[in-house]
């Protein structure tokens, strides 16, 4: 069984920027062919991908994020992490972290809350 926790701030100020970890247990983030995304739910609309990283290290960004974000991976700690700059307030939202391939996604983090606000 597969699990993803993310953590990090709930709290950022405006312009800064967001850092959230996803810690994984139950599986290897460079087991093939799996891709480890970054989703997120902002207030009262739906889910938005940020992008993700295969299980060989490569990346993949939403165009609309793709100049502010970065995601990257510790495989001595089976972590991967989301960095993303020049936060607004139209960043605000639930972050979560998820696990799939081509065909599904077949895990997910609980959801961390996340608020851009000075």
């Known amino acids: 069984q597969v699990q993803l926790q993310e953590s990090g701030p709930g709290l950022v100020k405006p312009s800064q920027t967001l850092s959230l970890t996803c810690a994984v247990s139950g599986g290897s983030i460079t087991t093939a062919f799996y891709y480890w995304s970054w989703i997120r739910q902002p207030p009262g609309k739906g889910l938005e991908w940020i992008g993700y990283i295969r299980f060989s290290g490569s990346t993949v960004y939403s165009p609309t994020l793709k100049s502010r974000t970065s995601i990257s991976r510790d495989t001595s700690t089976n972590q991967f992490t989301l960095q993303l700059n020049s936060v607004t307030p139209e960043d605000t939202g639930v972050y979560y972290c998820?696990?799939?391939?081509?065909?599904?996604?077949?895990?997910w983090g609980q959801g961390t809350q996340v608020t851009v606000s000075s």
């Open positions: 998820t696990r799939g391939s081509d065909t599904l996604v077949d895990y």
